[in-house]
């Protein structure tokens, strides 16, 4: 019996992504819907945000900026404020999760190593 290096096959890789966007879906969806039923002025002002798909890349735009900039600290819902304090973090882990397999790969072809 031999085992693989889930590292080497890409299953940990794959998990790992799978994990991140259930983490991530359930606060979007959340904020989302909070923001259209409790704050529709808000919720028109950021291009009526969707889901990843139904959604124009300007609302996506300007939701993903409002979640990065002084935006959640001016509105006036406390739930809004706490769910982006808990989005935020898990978009800069998503983030740094995708990209680091890119960057190991340009890494290696850049040092010649491997």
């Known amino acids: 019996m031999s085992f693989s290096d889930p590292l080497r096959d890409g299953t940990l890789w794959f998990w790992g992504t799978a994990v991140l966007i259930l983490l991530l879906a359930v606060p979007l969806t959340v904020l989302i819907r909070l923001l259209r039923k409790d704050n529709p ?4 002002e950021l291009g009526s945000p969707r889901w990843f798909w139904g959604s124009d890349p300007g609302a996506r735009f300007k ?4 979640l990065f900039s002084s935006g959640p600290k001016e509105a006036r819902d ?3 404020r706490a769910w982006c304090r808990i989005i935020r973090p898990l978009y800069v882990v998503a983030l740094v999760w995708v990209l680091f397999p890119f960057v190991v790969i340009l890494w290696f072809a850049v040092t010649g190593q491997g």
Request: glycine share 0%; hydrophobic share 35%.
């Open 41 to 44: 002025e808000l919720y028109e």
């Open 63 to 66: 939701f993903t900026r409002f």
């Open 78 to 80: 406390r739930r809004v």
